[in-house]
């Protein structure tokens, strides 16, 4: 079985210039979750999406980030303008529901991203 | 809010011996609790989870975690590690409900395996 594909795995841009990350989740996993990932902290939940809709983005400062996953399958995720404080490790993951009990979510290997 | 603790920032074993990686956290209601590793650049992967039941769980490649309510507590165990268990430990916890709350992960305890 396939597992996340995330692309690229290594970005280095300027502040204030633009981004985006690509996810591939595994076939058939409805529920599609971003983190990031700052160094010396554990993940953070960015956005989730149930399909092709938003479940929590309670935590994606959208005034500069943005997501979408169109088709219900792959998501991917802007920043524009990127801060320095953005330089992190994003993480998609995939799982079939959203259910902590009864399902696993998977993860991808992340993009690291450095703001300079 | 919930919260997690891992004490621990850095840890060093000496291959073959035992390993207990502490979490503590702050949660009002029965949580669920997971532990994840994380290899250098890899993604994170599920160690063990707790919902219900025997505070003992077990999981793969070895570890264990046993759930303390009284201490607020699901430490992470190994009787003997192996050089391969180097890597990054989190401990997570969510809402123990079907509540799409966001599970809150601990800042991490990096392991390092000496011969």
């Known amino acids: 079985e396939a597992g996340v594909a995330q692309s690229p795995r290594y970005k280095i841009i300027e502040k204030r210039q633009s981004v985006a990350f690509w996810c591939n989740p595994i076939?058939?996993?409805?529920?599609l979750y971003w983190y990031q990932q700052i160094l010396g902290q554990g993940p953070k939940l960015l956005i989730q999406?149930?399909?092709?809709?938003?479940?929590?983005d309670s935590q994606l400062p959208k005034d500069r980030f943005s997501a979408e996953r169109l088709k219900g399958v792959d998501s991917t995720l802007k920043i524009q303008p990127a801060k320095l404080e953005d330089s992190a490790v994003y993480l998609c993951?995939?799982?079939?529901?959203?259910?902590?009990?009864?399902?696993?979510?998977?993860f991808g290997q992340g993009t690291r991203l450095t703001v300079v | 809010a919930q919260s997690v603790t891992q004490p621990d920032i850095h840890i060093t074993v000496s291959e073959g011996a035992s390993l207990e990686l502490r979490c503590n956290y702050s949660?009002?209601?029965?949580?669920?609790l997971f532990w994840y590793v994380q290899s250098p650049g890899q993604g994170l992967q599920l160690l063990l989870k707790?919902?219900?039941?025997?505070?003992l769980v077990q999981g793969i490649k070895g570890f264990e975690a046993e759930f303390k309510r009284s201490q607020s507590s699901f430490n992470l165990r190994k009787p003997s590690v192996h050089w391969s268990d180097a890597a990054e430990y989190f401990c997570?916890?969510?809402?123990?409900?079907?509540?799409?709350?966001?599970?809150?992960f601990g800042k991490g305890t990096r392991l390092s395996v000496i011969a």
């Open positions: 993951a995939s799982s079939l529901f959203h259910s902590y009990r009864n399902t696993e979510a998977f």
């Open positions: 076939s058939g996993h409805a529920t």
């Open positions: 999406f149930q399909n092709n809709g938003v479940v929590d």
């Open positions: 949660y009002g209601a029965t949580p669920y």
């Open positions: 707790y919902f219900s039941g025997d505070t």
């Open positions: 997570a916890v969510g809402p123990g409900n079907s509540g799409n709350t966001p599970l809150v």
